[in-house]
């Protein structure tokens, strides 16, 4: 498993995020986001602190909008918690990584 994020599209969403076995954190992004830059960082920091428990994909909503609309994203950045294909938590906007990992119920 990778230490950092990867990217899914409508191509992989199936196979890397509702089929995975390990919990998949969804970082749904747009490239002229401001916020979604600022949380950047922190999305690849706990890719790499939670290597091998969590995995962290990125999915650009301008590229995928099928995809946000399905799981409801009307603000982004959105972070979604999918677990067993299903998405069970979520947080939205720039956050500290401490009231992230607790949104997503990782703290």
């Not at 995928?64 to 947080?91: C, D, N, S, W």
Request: glycine content about 8%; aromatic content about 8%; overall charge negative.
């Amino acid at each position: 498993m990778a230490d950092e994020a990867i990217e899914v599209t409508a191509d992989n969403f199936q196979a890397e995020v509702l089929e995975s076995e390990t919990p998949v954190i969804v970082d749904f992004w747009a490239e002229w986001c401001g916020p979604c830059r600022t949380i950047a960082p922190v999305i690849d920091q706990i890719a790499k602190e939670r290597n091998g428990t969590v995995r962290v994909a990125k999915l650009d909503v301008d590229s995928h909008p099928a995809i946000a609309q399905r799981y409801g994203v009307q603000g982004i950045p959105f972070i979604g918690f999918f677990e067993h294909g299903k998405l069970t938590r979520h947080a939205v906007g720039a956050m500290p990584k401490a009231r992230l990992e607790q949104e997503l119920g990782l703290a």
